[in-house]
């Protein structure tokens, strides 16, 4: 079995949800080598101890590995790939069968059905289904199977009876026409197979591509957007920590290290490192739950409290007409249902940033200090009121940092109501935040400012 099957079967077992790193799948490279393809089952449990991860993941691996390795087992044994519905026999010479066909026709169709499936799984084998993507291809797929396997010269040898004008060349060209649509359905039905698993890996990766890039409003209506939130921040959680982990020795301490080789005449046995001092960070993030932002502060708060195992301690405000601290709400409630709950008791229209930023230094003026990041999301849109910004201007004095995120593009930041040009001086930074893809660059980003 080529290397090639393989990479194919990994990209199809990832389409299927299953997380396979490229280590993963050297090591299941190696150990299929070393161990042969057949037996079987030999062969999958091979592969499932280096691919699979948790008992989780195991129906998932199996149901791949029988869709995908289907024919394969009638490689291996010479025993039929789907015994429910074997590859028809062509029909006899008796019938008007093998006598008298072209050698080429006459070699496919004098096969029987088990010989004919190896045939089948032979040629599915030089062909890269990966490329399929769209449903449209199956047909061309199917095709393409057929010629591989040299249905080529028994489409010729219809043509030649049919020409014929002997009854008996008549009743075998619509013998062998019935035998090969029969074989036909065959490959159509691993075409079949082989789409579903690599058209699923295409589609989850072009809908989740829609998804990151659609902005926030049209996305209220996606059930699958809840699942995409969680692993996107499950992803961003692991390259923290792998961070992290590389980072935590911190930096080689040259004066330790060579301290202690003396005891051993100088050469360096023992490394020793600067340990880095881990700041204890705090999180605030305030929330503009107005109709205008509220979609991007659902997915806001739902994305950082998604990532509570490497975010910090996250303290969360919202406001619209009135401002409250939602930090409990999450603390006693899934996030979707948390959001949920925060904006039937926060949002309504009227929106004063200069009273929040007043209320949020009062309420939180003991705790922001050096190690404290402040999260606004809103559009800046003051309804004509007093900006407030020497409030915002004392906890940016007091903050280790002070980030912006507004849904709007730039260039309407500062347009009818809007003034961010009053707040923006006191950030360190004021992002554009419309999307998923957007939030997902913020928070890597933020999280690495935290290290």
Partial sequence: MAARRLHEFVRALRGAGVRVSPVEAEEAFRAAALLGY?????????????????????PDFDACFEAFFHFEDADADGSDGDSSDPVPAAPSAEEGGGEGLEPAAAALAAQD?????????????????????????????????????????????ILRLDASPRGADQRRAEQLRDWRSQVRERALAHVRRQFELHGRAHGRALREHTLRAAPFRELREFQQVQELVRRLARRLARSHQRRQKKARRGALDARRTLASS?????????????????????????CDVSSSVRDAARFLLQFLYAMTDVLPRVRSFAFAARFDEVTEDFDRYAPEVAVGRILDRVSGSGTDYGTMFQELEARCRGEIDRQTTVIILGDARNNDLPAGERHLADIARRARQVFWLNPEPPSRWNSGDAIMARYQPYCRAARRCASLNDLSRFTDELLRRLD
């Fill in 38 to 58: 057949h037996p079987r089952d030999r062969f999958r449990e091979t592969l499932a101890l280096t691919l699979v991860k948790s008992q989780a993941e195991r």
């Fill in 113 to 157: 059905p088990s010989r004919l499936d190896q045939t089948l799984a032979e040629a599915a084998a030089r062909i890269d289904f990966t490329a399929m993507q769209v449903i449209t291809q199956q047909g061309l797929y199917a095709r393409r199977l057929l010629m591989n396997m040299g249905m080529g010269a028994v489409d010729d040898e």
């Fill in 262 to 286: 003396l005891r051993y005449n100088a050469v360096p046995v023992e490394l020793h490192w600067r340990q880095r001092r881990r700041l204890k960070a705090k999180v605030l993030v305030v």
